[in-house]
């Protein structure tokens, strides 16, 4: 579906294997990370153990017959994170990648104009409560986003919502 929508000279990997492929060629992995069917809890850190929900008890694995007549517990959700900070780390490694990660410090302009997040308010507001962050070029505010399809799918499958 991605690739009818993408310009035709896309680089977009086709399935799971490549995008993994490419990832873990530039050093980045992925970590896997068991989660709550309902999503409420991660199966992380000191609840890695767990084989039930803390909160609603629902199980945390299916039970699946291995090929030695062994059961195997295969997560019923799964979460994909990839680490931020090696990724910094190798925008900021690179010369091009780095000058362009301070262009927010170096090249801000206040002529009332709206041309990066730094002329916001918001921005302003939080650099003058965190000015001791705003100070250094190299400090990386963080956006979240938010795809709007997955937020309301995840509002209709979840008692936990973020909306409403």
Known sequence: MLNDVAPK??????NYYEAKKIVSSLGLEVEKIDCCEGGCMLYDKEDIYLIECKFYHLPCYFKS???????KNIPR?????LPIIPILQRLYA?????SQMRWHFEYRKDDGLLRHSCDGEAWKHF???YSDFASDPRHVRLGLCLRMGSLLTSKLQSPH???G
């Open 161 to 163: 919502n973020l909306v």
């Open 65 to 71: 017959k291995g090929d030695r007549g062994r059961y």
């Open 9 to 14: 000279q896309n680089c977009i990997p086709k």
């Open 77 to 81: 959700k799964r979460m994909f994170y």
């Open 127 to 129: 650099d003058k409560i």
């Open 94 to 98: 690179s010369m091009e990648f780095a």
